[in-house]
């Protein structure tokens, strides 16, 4: 069997030779030929239909060639299948002869596969059968590569290059059949696909150049493929592209109602920048300030999104300004590598007000009847709403003394008057709050005018009583006292002291006064007439008669206040009965015109008990002579003390005194005096009232005195008397009780008796009638 099967073969190769040498297929004339392609390495699949045409018929025989020389043969006579042992090494040929079409599958395909290729299939009947196919065997061309203009070798990653530079770069591929196609990508888009053969032998190129954006930096590529059935080759290129930020943006994102924001209340801006390669670094300017206190930079490389927060308190000053994001690539220089973003701020606030007065005049000072123009100056953001003035913290309302504009930032008020001094204040307000101003005095100046009764008269001073805003500096007075010329004087206080005043004053005076401020002097004078009466020393009390040096003296206790005493003598008169004045004079210290003098003066002198004695000569005295003595000064003199000689009897009620007589005599005498008073005191009330009496008093003579009196003109004093007073002035302790304790008298010195030659008309208030009347 063995060597039969050995035999078969040999027939069979020797037979193929034959056809070999014998027939070559000539294509589109033995036989359809198709075309075919193969990766080198890889496989291919070669077709060939064995069916019969008829059922009669039979297959017999199939050969394939190579280039007209057998590899594979399969008899179906004997089934038997052979196959060329130098193309079919590795047994890299499967065949399947029962599938229709048969195939013939060749892997591991080298770049000789390439050729023409044809199977013969032999029939029974009909006629052999030829069918090519022209296998093309694609070998792949190597890796892409980089060159730059220099022809040095780039790897995946480029230099760095600014936006807008030009790319120049090769990308070459070696080998490859068919020679390749090379086209450089960026993404997904060709951007160049003018290849071309290089310098190089076996090797291709394609230049790129390429003016670099943003956009077609991402993701170039260079691809290089010869045929549909593999993928390109591709190599990709990482270019360091630096990038300022494409954009960048600031966002509030707290702290404030849409983009306002409010003094005071701290906000939260966020800048964010796209884009930008490498990091950029974010700043916050606020009007040219640098703001540092951000929060750190958040950078995501991905994305390319950088993030900073500012946290922000904006004052009212920062109403308006800009806040600026700005972007600085650090590799860049800050003239291409910088970007912002800018807002302005729209910080709201309660308003901020101030008072102030439109036109001429200080804030706090107005003239009464000139007008006032206040005005609210304002700040504020929104707008403000509403006005509200206050006077007084009180909410002024349009209308009586204010005018109609109180709702307004003015406030006009025509006419001054002094019920508008006070504290003004307005009150802006918007959708923020409202503020007060800060309170503004406003004083009302005005002329002096009369107080009260104008002028008032306080011991020996005149006051004019005006008022006055400012107070007045400058008083003008119009002095006229009875009888003599006005009188012009100026002060520069209120006060007027009697002392500048010339001329006696022992009548009335009629003052008037005027007083200026400077605003403007008073607009009607202030006027008063005084009497100066009360300004008069009081009436003297305590005088007695002492005859001394053979005459009459008067000597009395000073009072406050007189500067001199007058003395008079009043007598009988023959005809009639009337009272008459006899002799006046003046005692004392008339000579110098102010109150008692400390020390001894001239008809002054000293009581035991240390008050001081006044003492005048009143010259030679009859029984039933009245001695008046009045306390004088510039205002004019007292009431006089009248001292009526009586040297009758001892009255008749003397015993009472003298003796030890029963308490009932006394009361009978007080029950008739009681009644008699009271007689006497109902006839006073019906009569019209005068003016107060003088004050009579009885003197009663002692026995020496009433001798002296009887032979007047020889009579010779031994010594001085002093005449004990009924007046209840002397008091018990009196120094004139006893003769003994008499005051000592300047033996030496005559009190002095000033006589006037030319006699005046008696004191208004010394008349006879009153006399008479007050003697009873
Ligand atoms: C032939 O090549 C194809 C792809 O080209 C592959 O899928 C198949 O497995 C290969 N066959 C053999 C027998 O190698
Ligand atoms: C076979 O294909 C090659 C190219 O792949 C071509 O040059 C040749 O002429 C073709 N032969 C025939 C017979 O078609
Ligand atoms: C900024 O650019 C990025 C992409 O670069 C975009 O998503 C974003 O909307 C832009 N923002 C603005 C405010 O234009
Ligand atoms: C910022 O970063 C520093 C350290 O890098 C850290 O100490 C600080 O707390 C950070 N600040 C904020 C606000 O995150
Ligand atoms: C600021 O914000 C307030 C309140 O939203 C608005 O009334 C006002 O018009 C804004 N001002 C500016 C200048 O945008
Ligand atoms: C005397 O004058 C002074 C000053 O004017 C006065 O205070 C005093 O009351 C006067 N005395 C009498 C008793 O009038
Ligand atoms: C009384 O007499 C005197 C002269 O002795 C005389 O001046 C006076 O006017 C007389 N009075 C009356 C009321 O007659």
């Known amino acids: 069997m063995d060597h039969r099967m050995r035999v078969t073969s040999a027939l069979i190769y020797l037979l193929l030779l034959y056809f070999a040498h014998v027939h070559t297929f000539i294509p589109g004339v033995d036989g359809p030929v198709s075309h075919q392609e193969a990766l080198e390495g890889g496989n291919t699949t070669l077709l060939c239909n064995t069916s019969?045409?008829?059922?009669?018929?039979?297959?017999?025989?199939?050969?394939?060639?190579?280039?007209?020389?057998?590899?594979?043969?399969?008899?179906?006579?004997?089934?038997?299948?052979?196959?060329?042992?130098?193309?079919?090494?590795?047994?890299?040929?499967?065949?399947?002869?029962?599938?229709?079409?048969?195939?013939?599958?060749?892997?591991?395909?080298?770049?000789?596969?390439?050729?023409?290729?044809?199977?013969?299939?032999?029939?029974?009947?009909?006629?052999?059968?030829?069918?090519?196919?022209?296998?093309?065997?694609?070998?792949?061309?190597?890796?892409?590569?980089?060159?730059?203009?220099?022809?040095?070798?780039?790897?995946?990653?480029?230099?760095?290059?600014?936006?807008?530079?030009?790319?120049?770069?090769?990308?070459?591929?070696?080998?490859?059949?068919?020679?390749?196609?090379?086209?450089?990508?960026?993404?997904?888009?060709?951007?160049?696909?003018?290849?071309?053969?290089?310098?190089?032998?076996?090797?291709?190129?394609?230049?790129?150049?390429?003016?670099?954006?943003?956009?077609?930096?991402?993701?170039?590529?260079?691809?290089?493929?010869?045929?549909?059935?593999?993928?390109?080759?591709?190599?990709?290129?990482?270019?360091?592209?630096?990038?300022?930020?494409?954009?960048?943006?600031i966002h509030w994102v707290g702290g404030t109602d849409g983009e306002t924001l409010t003094a005071g209340k701290p906000a939260i801006v966020q800048c964010t920048a796209y884009d930008s390669y490498p990091q950029p670094e974010l700043s916050w300017w606020l009007d040219h300030k640098h703001l540092t206190q951000h929060s750190n930079q958040t950078w995501n490389s991905r994305i390319r999104k950088s993030v900073s927060f500012l946290e922000l308190t904006p004052s009212v000053l920062d109403n308006g300004a800009t806040l600026a994001c700005v972007a600085t690539n650090p590799a860049m220089a800050p003239s291409r590598g910088s970007k912002a973003d800018v807002i302005k701020l729209n910080v709201t606030y309660s308003p901020i007000v101030e008072i102030s007065r439109v036109g001429e005049g200080s804030l706090n000072s107005v003239v009464e009847l000139d007008s006032l123009h206040l005005e609210c100056e304002v700040k504020a953001n929104p707008p403000v709403?509403?006005?509200?003035?206050?006077?007084?913290?009180?909410?002024?309302?349009?209308?009586?003394?204010?005018?109609?504009?109180?709702?307004?930032?003015?406030?006009?008020?025509?006419?001054?008057?002094?019920?508008?001094?006070?504290?003004?204040?307005?009150?802006?307000?918007?959708?923020?709050?409202?503020?007060?101003?800060?309170?503004?005095?406003?004083?009302?100046?005005?002329?002096?005018?009369?107080?009260?009764?104008?002028?008032?008269?306080?011991?020996?001073?005149?006051?004019?009583?005006?008022?006055?805003?400012?107070?007045?500096?400058?008083?003008?007075?119009?002095?006229?006292p009875t009888g003599l010329d006005v009188q012009h004087l100026t002060t520069g206080s209120p006060i007027l002291p009697l002392s500048q005043v010339t001329g006696p004053l022992s009548g009335t005076i009629k003052v008037s006064c005027e007083a200026s401020n400077g605003i403007s002097s008073q607009y009607e004078a202030c006027q008063r007439t005084f009497s100066l009466e009360r300004l008069r020393p009081?009436?003297?009390?305590?005088?007695?008669?002492?005859?001394?040096?053979?005459?009459?003296?008067?000597?009395?206790?000073?009072?406050?206040?007189?500067?001199?005493?007058?003395?008079?003598?009043?007598?009988?008169?023959?005809?009639?009965?009337?009272?008459?004045?006899?002799?006046?004079?003046?005692?004392?210290?008339?000579?110098?015109?102010?109150?008692?003098?400390?020390?001894?003066?001239?008809?002054?002198?000293?009581?035991?008990?240390?008050?001081?004695?006044?003492?005048?000569?009143?010259?030679?005295?009859?029984?039933?002579?009245?001695?008046?003595?009045?306390?004088?000064?510039?205002?004019?003199?007292?009431?006089?003390?009248?001292?009526?000689?009586?040297?009758?009897?001892p009255p008749w009620w003397h015993f009472i005194l003298e003796r030890d007589v029963g308490i009932s005599v006394v009361a009978v005498v007080l029950v008739l005096a009681l009644a008699a008073c009271c007689a006497l005191a109902v006839r006073a009330l019906r009569r019209p009232r005068a003016k107060p009496a003088p004050v009579i008093q009885l003197l009663q003579l002692d026995d020496v005195t009433r001798n002296y009196l009887g032979t007047m003109s020889e009579h010779k004093v031994r010594a001085s008397s002093s005449i004990r007073s009924c007046s209840s002035g002397y008091s018990e302790r009196s120094a004139f009780e006893d003769t003994a304790l008499a005051p000592p008298v300047d033996r030496r010195r005559k009190p002095p008796a000033i006589w006037r030659d030319s006699w005046d008309a008696p004191p208004p208030d010394v008349t006879l009638t009153l006399h008479r009347e007050s003697a009873v």
């Open 52 to 249: 019969v045409d008829s059922s009669a018929d039979e297959f017999m025989l199939l050969v394939w060639y190579k280039n007209n020389a057998p590899i594979f043969s399969y008899d179906a006579r004997d089934d038997r299948e052979w196959s060329s042992e130098t193309f079919n090494s590795n047994g890299r040929l499967r065949a399947d002869v029962q599938s229709q079409p048969t195939t013939l599958n060749v892997s591991a395909l080298r770049q000789d596969d390439q050729a023409l290729f044809h199977c013969r299939v032999d029939f029974l009947v009909s006629p052999t059968r030829n069918i090519g196919v022209n296998l093309t065997v694609i070998v792949l061309p190597g890796q892409p590569f980089f060159l730059d203009e220099l022809g040095n070798k780039v790897e995946n990653h480029i230099r760095p290059y600014h936006e807008g530079d030009t790319l120049v770069l090769s990308c070459l591929v070696i080998g490859g059949r068919p020679p390749p196609r090379i086209s450089w990508y960026s993404g997904e888009t060709l951007v160049d696909a003018s290849d071309g053969s290089s310098d190089i032998p076996n090797v291709r190129e394609n230049m790129l150049y390429l003016p670099l954006t943003r956009e077609n930096a991402a993701d170039l590529s260079c691809r290089a493929s010869n045929t549909k059935l593999a993928q390109p080759l591709i190599r990709k290129l990482q270019i360091e592209l630096y990038l300022s930020a494409y954009n960048v943006s």
């Open 538 to 649: 009081p009436q003297p009390r305590q005088c007695d008669l002492a005859h001394e040096y053979g005459e009459f003296q008067m000597r009395c206790i000073p009072v406050e206040n007189a500067t001199y005493y007058e003395v008079s003598v009043w007598r009988l008169s023959t005809s009639n009965s009337s009272l008459v004045l006899d002799r006046r004079g003046s005692m004392g210290f008339g000579a110098r015109q102010e109150p008692l003098a400390q020390g001894i003066e001239k008809g002054v002198s000293l009581t035991p008990q240390g008050s001081w004695l006044v003492r005048g000569s009143l010259g030679g005295l009859r029984p039933t002579d009245e001695a008046g003595a009045a306390a004088c000064n510039r205002y004019g003199c007292s009431a006089p003390l009248l001292l009526r000689l009586e040297p009758g009897e």
């Open 385 to 480: 709403s509403r006005f509200r003035w206050y006077f007084n913290d009180n909410k002024i309302i349009s209308g009586n003394m204010w005018g109609d504009e109180t709702y307004s930032s003015k406030l006009v008020i025509d006419e001054m008057s002094k019920n508008h001094a006070g504290v003004y204040s307005c009150a802006a307000s918007n959708s923020v709050g409202e503020t007060r101003a800060e309170p503004v005095t406003i004083t009302v100046y005005y002329p002096p005018e009369c107080a009260g009764a104008g002028i008032s008269l306080i011991k020996e001073t005149i006051k004019c009583n005006v008022k006055a805003l400012p107070s007045p500096d400058t008083f003008f007075w119009h002095v006229q």
